[in-house]
């Protein structure tokens, strides 16, 4: 009894918890503070990717579920964006499908200048009346398969928002054959144009560190320039302007504390926002680089995931 009575609150903390992380979610894509980095990705892998966890729900209700465009699409998104909303539509298609014979049909549509997804189950469909709140906040539908709705009713509100950054549309309506479709849009090109594609200097000495990251930053939708050492960087400075630049400090030739003194030296790069990349990774480093003017110093090995992250975060400022 007491075991049990410790599980209800540990269970309604974490519930209660992922209700403040939703809730605080929505509020940053409101009010602008949230930020999505779109990159081409393959839109059929994602799926793929998503579905995967949700395996053993679909197994348990005896559910099929149908992909009828298995092709390589693409499109331009942010992949841990697309994942969150696809996981809310399934797992709703997943509560709403009846209890025998569930049928969870996922169809992706190219057009000319988007790709169309849509999610349809063959449950009890949506009530005509909701169709104008669904996507607002704490919605609830009636029509689930339990008595009490479960849920937080913030899913498809955040879904509205990130489809939305992305410059697309998502909507709801009642299939024919019966059951509820959800559909959204996402764009083929890059929502950013060209122009203002960021530029990114990466200096390093490292091939291998070079490679990874000019991959990383060409996929994030960066121009990608490349020195191998503080000379080779103040050379291609003369005629380039990047919005960041990653530095590393142990280099032949010219170091980066070298290099980055001689760079906030010219006017036309005060903008720049600088990372050290270093294995050099005691406090006075750290101190000398920051105190040299860099915005962030990083140490080898890192997280490349961390340092686009912070990259993205230092550019947007």
């Not at 209700?61 to 399934?90: C, G, S």
């Not at 549509?109 to 189950?121: N, V």
């Not at 997280?303 to 975060?313: A, F, M, R």
């Amino acid at each position: 009894m007491k075991k049990q009575f410790l599980q209800n609150i540990i269970s309604e903390s974490d519930r209660l918890n992922r209700l403040i992380d939703k809730i605080l979610d929505l509020e940053k894509f409101e009010t602008g503070k949230q930020k999505i980095y779109p990159a081409k990705n393959n839109l059929i892998q994602t799926i793929d990717k998503t579905i995967e966890p949700l395996q053993q729900l679909i197994k348990n209700k005896h559910i099929t579920l149908y992909i009828e465009n298995n092709k390589n699409i693409h499109a331009f998104y942010d992949e841990d964006r697309i994942v969150q909303v696809i996981t809310n539509l399934i797992s709703n298609a997943i509560k709403f499908c009846p209890d025998f014979e569930g049928l969870i049909t996922i169809q992706i549509i190219e057009k000319d200048e988007y790709i169309l997804t849509s999610i349809q189950d063959n449950g009890k469909g949506i009530n005509p009346n909701d169709f104008e709140i669904i996507f607002d906040k704490f919605y609830q539908s009636n029509n689930q398969n339990i008595k009490k709705p479960v849920g937080s009713g913030l899913g498809l509100a955040i879904c509205k928002q990130i489809i939305e950054h992305h410059k697309g549309k998502i909507w709801a309506e009642n299939a024919v054959n019966g059951g509820a479709c959800f559909y959204f849009t996402l764009p083929k090109m890059n929502i950013k144009t060209k122009r203002s594609m960021k530029k990114i200097l990466i200096v390093d000495d490292e091939p291998n560190i070079i490679m990874s990251l000019e991959y990383t930053f060409k996929k994030s939708n960066f121009e990608v320039f490349i020195a191998r050492d503080g000379q080779e960087a103040l050379d291609i400075l003369q005629n380039e302007t990047p919005d960041a630049i990653i530095l590393d400090v142990m280099m032949p030739n010219v170091d980066g504390y070298a290099t980055i003194t001689e760079i906030k030296k010219d006017e036309k790069l005060q903008h720049c926002k600088i990372v050290f990349l270093s294995a050099k990774n005691k406090e006075s480093d750290i101190e000398k680089g920051l105190g040299l003017g860099a915005n962030a110093y990083m140490t080898k090995p890192f997280s490349i995931k961390k340092l686009v992250d912070k990259i993205n975060e230092l550019v947007e400022e």
